[in-house]
């Protein structure tokens, strides 16, 4: 059974640019949630997806958006990158109203702006 | 909005002896969760804690909820190298339905 997938591992951008990281849920999950974690922090909640729409949202600007798919993996987008956009990003997956409580992390992205 | 903090930040302890990381949350909440993060890698669960009183243990870690006193504690019993790592906890936001974690606890596990 595989878990929660991210893609890719590690990634480089400039300043101004855009960039797209990638989650797959774990199977029989259909709800997904991003978090960044800066460096020597704790992760901060960006979004959460379910039922392809956006259900909640942390303080992060508008440069910061997502999309779900019917498949129930999920992307994320930020655009006009800053030096502080650089950090792990991180995916979660879970079960919405099954019960479960537990909340499955993916291994996420490293994002480096220069 | 609900804030968790932990404390130490940071804990140097040597083999075998026993220690206390303090997590505390702003506002009540039914679900505690607590992660392990090695350097550079993600969050691994080791206990999820859904009422008051509840205790849970696995291996040399145990954990425990108090949610009148707004107050969980992960207890670390003679401790070896392996168990280095950041550790965090996060609460649970009914409202918002998301987890807020705490800064972390750093654990050097000295030989």
């Known amino acids: 059974d595989a878990g929660v997938t991210q893609s890719p591992t590690h990634l480089i951008k400039t300043r101004g640019q855009q960039v797209t990281l990638r989650c797959s849920p774990k199977s029989g999950h259909d709800t997904v949630s991003w978090y960044q974690q800066a460096l020597g922090q704790g992760p901060q909640f960006i979004f959460q997806?379910?039922?392809?729409?956006e259900r909640q949202r942390g303080n992060f600007p508008d440069r910061f958006s997502g999309h779900q798919f019917p498949n129930y993996s999920s992307e994320l987008n930020v655009n006009a990158l800053l030096l502080g956009d650089s950090a792990l990003y991180l995916c979660?997956?879970?079960?919405w109203g099954s019960g479960s409580y537990e909340q499955y992390f993916g291994p996420g992205t490293r994002l480096t702006v220069t | 909005e609900l804030k968790v903090e932990q404390n130490p930040l940071f804990l140097s302890m040597q083999e075998g002896k026993n220690y206390t990381i303090y997590c505390n949350f702003s506002?009540?909440?039914?679900?505690l969760y607590w992660y392990r993060q090695d350097p550079g890698k993600s969050l691994e669960s080791l206990f999820v804690l859904l009422s008051n009183g509840a205790v849970k243990q696995e291996g040399r870690l145990m954990a425990s909820l108090d949610t009148k006193a707004r107050l969980s504690t992960l207890h670390i019993t003679a401790a070896v190298h392996d168990l280095s790592a950041t550790y965090f906890c996060?609460?649970?936001?009914?409202?918002?339905?998301?987890?807020?974690f705490g800064t972390g606890t750093l654990l050097a596990v000295q030989p």
């Open positions: 506002t009540t909440s039914d679900r």
């Open positions: 996060a609460s649970w936001d009914g409202a918002t339905n998301k987890l807020i």
């Open positions: 979660a997956s879970t079960s």
């Open positions: 997806y379910y039922e392809e729409e």
